[in-house]
């Protein structure tokens, strides 16, 4: 027998095709400006605070008893708040909610996926759904984006047609790209989809004017399924609440596959506080638009590629070395996100105060070299050395030093 202290994964009867994988998750780092992973930059008013605290303190009285497993009044909570944003009226049961919209988004593979079915997405897209398909033994098939991040939709009828997948992930608007898509083109990919189409909505409140969401669509498809989350707009990240709306069924099938009591009776409790509450959070919105709005235009005054954005951040770029300006901006005290398609880079939208930091950041690393084009690619030739040991940021999770994060997905 091997010894706790000496056995290694290698050891262990790991499943196959999860040898050499690792855990994934953006670098938690201690930095003054964190724009790396949307989160929403505006914390819980102390008065959301408070209300929180009353409703766990009251969940935690009788906390001897499992909690009610199908949570309607939570439900019927996030059905009016659907209401609001896109005039949908749905019922409770029309919707489903779990720990992070990453584990509806799980759930739905394990109802719709599995062995001999195909998951079909977008690349680039967020790179979490590879991994659920990984982990439900899902085949994952990715189509392309066009050169603007929208999608071909005789592309995408062609693909489906040729793949006849159980499960289509639309992202709208896309992480990493901000793209938003046309209701056209999701009622394209319904007419002839032979399973069901999900639409990933985790940064649907923050759509410009004009832009619709799948939600409307809800009423006349019963195999659609919109997903969305509160970690962005409500602010609620560390809450962990994500949740679909979708037809009754969708949600019967989805309630085969749950884990019994996945969702704490404390969790229940502080996300429908936290939901009465969400006036406050999604006042912050506007300000974020803006800020969003004002932070594309400015990286195009800077003569950076930037993609239109209707979620709360901005992909620009090209860069023939993405890693160093990452590592620039960092040795600044700014993390954002290595991510999407060569030489691009993500930036979160941050208070005004943090967009300021960035755009400070990101001027003083391109006053201090020469700028010249590399085909469609932005090279910097720094003068002299950088002040790259400066500062240097240590991980709160103990883990590697701040180093080389190789491309990689969106993963937040
Ligand atoms: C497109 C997309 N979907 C889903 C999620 C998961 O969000 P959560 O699990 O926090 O609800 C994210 C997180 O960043 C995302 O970018």
Do not use: C
């Amino acid at each position: 027998m091997i010894g706790p202290d000496r056995i290694t994964l290698a050891d262990l009867p790991l499943r196959e095709d999860l040898r050499g994988e690792q855990p994934y998750g953006a670098p938690q780092l201690d930095v003054p400006v964190l724009l790396n992973v949307n989160e929403n930059p505006y914390p819980p008013s102390e008065a959301v605070v408070a209300d929180i605290a009353r409703a766990v303190a009251e969940a935690a009285r009788t906390v001897n008893r499992y909690p009610d497993r199908e949570f309607l009044p939570l439900r019927a909570d996030l059905a009016d708040f659907l209401a609001e944003d896109t005039g949908v009226a749905l019922s409770a049961e029309q919707v489903w909610a779990a720990n992070g919209s990453n584990e509806v988004m799980q759930q739905l593979l394990q109802a719709f996926g599995g062995p001999g079915r195909t998951a079909v997405s977008f690349a680039p897209t967020y790179s979490m759904y590879p991994e659920y398909a990984r982990n439900t033994h899902t085949r994952w098939i990715a189509g392309h984006r066009e050169a603007d991040f929208s999608i071909d939709l005789d592309h995408a009828v062609n693909l489906i047609s040729e793949h006849q997948p159980s499960v289509v992930i639309l992202t709208s608007p896309n992480n990493p790209t901000g793209t938003a898509l046309p209701p056209a083109v999701v009622e394209s990919v319904l007419a002839i989809a032979p399973g069901i189409v999900v639409v990933d909505e985790a940064y649907a409140e923050f759509r410009r004017a004009g832009v619709s969401s799948a939600v409307s669509l809800l009423p006349s498809y019963g195999n659609l399924v919109v997903t969305r989350t509160m970690s962005k707009a409500f602010a609620y990240a560390g809450g962990r609440l994500g949740y679909l709306a979708s037809s009754r069924a969708v949600v019967d099938a989805v309630r085969i596959v749950r884990l019994p009591y996945h969702l704490s009776a404390i969790q229940q409790a502080a996300a429908r506080a936290a939901l009465s509450h969400r006036a406050e959070a999604l006042a912050h919105i506007e300000r974020l638009r803006i800020e969003r709005d004002a932070t594309a235009s400015w990286l195009a005054g800077m003569h950076l590629q930037v993609a239109a954005s209707d979620a709360n951040f901005v992909l620009f770029g090209r860069f023939a070395d993405r890693h160093e300006v990452w590592q620039l901006l960092l040795d600044r005290g700014v993390l954002i996100r290595e991510v999407g398609p060569e030489g691009w880079l993500r930036v979160s939208i941050g208070s005004e105060s943090e967009m300021h930091a960035f755009r400070a950041a990101l001027s003083a690393v391109l006053a201090g070299a020469t700028v010249t084009m590399e085909g469609s690619f932005i090279h910097l030739a720094l003068a002299g050395s950088t002040d790259s040991t400066a500062d240097t940021p240590v991980r709160k999770d103990g883990g590697d030093p701040v180093g080389a994060p190789k491309t990689e997905g969106a993963r937040r």
